[in-house]
């Protein structure tokens, strides 16, 4: 069977998510194929370095490991013949070393040493950019939720009005996802190691090539191409990709909480925050639509499914698996560039997200003063008993929305209180716990 690449690259016409963004070159084909030179390159390095190769041969396989040199058409045309791309690409790299240094590319390896050192290394280099825009994502979260520590808006559960809560204290429990994020990404992004095993996870080659120790080899790898050095070979031992599994989706879905609530109060009829640039519409010139919002609340959507099939793929057999490995390859990459455009996304919408306080105000005046209606409750209970107060206020709640009359005007006709007692335990701005505290506590992590 022969295989021809179809004439033009995938150019992220229908992946606006990440299509743009510092990632889709991280993760593109021209990506993977410097990473799998580095990881041959580096792995020659690392045997001249024990002296299992002459210094001549590392800075030869080095020089002719210029992703220039090599057809990427061409690879991937022969890629299916072996199954993975590293077999095409060691005869190529070979032949551009040169006869007296060819011996020493790829030495001693397995294809898959080399594809997963390589996946390895596009995944710390995206890891880099998602961590950096998380951090921009998390400042400009800060400098909302500092701002707006006493902004007061309702606050809902089962997508009612509940109680009142401060825009500072949603911000701040946004950064908080975000800053769990941040964490796991830079513990994985830290932890991912180089691949080494040869032919079956043993280092039989490299023996009988002259290494004296197994974990001296893997850790002068790991130095040269700048990866953790694992205890042993992990063919068929998947953590590293679950761990990637479960930080990017999680970070998927702390980004996507941020849009769900984004989505949900810049609707129009709400309007207590906007997006700072909204997109337009091929129909409708006034529709501003939280375009941000819609591609990070897409991104949470597909990503726990792809983080399963990497999950699934951990039941990998024997010392090289037929198909769990090969499984991986484009879930993984997809879901680096789903978490990487997200998380560029998510700096832009943080950063100009707009705030509406009058909106705010405005929706919790809209139940008439049901909002406060715990407080009432409370406030009313050593006088009333907790039984008797909260069995009137339910009542009371139930006339104003029956007979469309404001709480405090029911409640100024069954109990005796001064004007300005019932306009204090009314005010919403007066009920919202300890919001403005717990915003500052956030505010310290770092």
């Known amino acids: 069977m022969t295989f021809t690449p179809p004439p033009y690259a995938d150019t992220g016409l229908l992946a606006p998510g990440w299509g743009l963004s510092g990632a889709a070159s991280e993760t593109g084909d021209h990506a993977y194929l410097r990473a799998l030179l580095d990881a041959e390159a580096g792995l020659t390095r690392a045997q001249a370095a024990l002296g299992l190769a002459p210094a001549a041969a590392a800075a030869a396989v080095t020089e002719a490991a210029d992703p220039a040199g090599f057809g990427i058409r061409s690879l991937a045309a022969r890629t299916p013949a072996g199954g993975n ?26 294809s898959q040493d080399i594809m997963d050192t390589a996946t390895m290394l596009v995944a710390v280099r995206t890891l ?52 769990d994020a941040r964490d796991r990404v830079a513990r994985v992004r830290d932890s991912l190691p180089v691949q080494l095993g040869g032919a079956a996870g043993t280092l039989a080659a490299f023996r009988a090539y002259g290494a004296e120790d197994a974990a001296a080899l893997t850790e002068a790898y790991a130095r040269e191409v700048g990866l953790a050095a694992p205890a042993l070979p992990w063919h068929t031992l998947r953590t590293p990709i679950a761990d990637l599994a479960g930080c990017l989706a999680l970070t998927a879905g702390a980004l996507g909480k941020l849009a769900a609530d984004v989505l949900t109060l810049s609707r129009t009829e709400i309007g207590e925050v906007g997006e700072g640039s909204g997109g337009g519409s091929s129909a409708m010139p006034h529709k501003a639509n939280p375009v941000r919002s819609t591609l990070l609340a897409a991104a949470a959507r597909q990503a726990p499914q792809l983080a399963a099939v990497l999950y699934g793929s951990l039941a990998a057999g024997d010392e090289r698996p037929a198909g769990a490995w090969h499984a991986e390859w484009e879930p993984l990459r997809d879901l680096l560039r789903l978490v990487g455009g997200a998380a560029a996304h998510a700096a832009e919408l943080a950063k100009g997200l707009r705030v509406c306080p009058t909106a705010m105000r405005r929706n919790l005046e809209a139940t008439g003063g049901l909002i406060v209606s715990e407080r009432l409750s409370a406030a009313l209970a050593p006088a009333l008993g907790s039984a008797r107060s909260k069995r009137l206020l339910t009542e009371l709640a139930g006339r104003a929305r029956t007979e469309d009359r404001p709480l405090r005007e029911l409640l100024a006709e069954k109990v005796e209180l001064e004007a300005s007692e019932l306009d204090d335990l009314i005010d919403p701005a007066h009920y919202t716990g300890f919001a403005g505290p717990l915003t500052d506590r956030a505010l310290e992590r770092r």
């Open 128 to 179: 880099e950019l998602v961590l950096a825009d998380l951090g921009r994502t998390e400042r400009a979260l800060a400098a909302l939720a500092a701002e707006h520590r006493d902004t007061v808006m309702p606050g809902r559960t089962l997508t009612q009005h509940a109680v009142p809560t401060t825009f500072g204290l949603k911000a701040a429990g946004w950064r908080a996802l975000v800053l």
């Open 85 to 110: 791309p590293v077999i095409p690409l060691v005869a190529d790299l070979t032949a551009a070393v040169g006869e007296e240094y060819g011996p020493y590319v790829h030495r001693g390896a397995t």
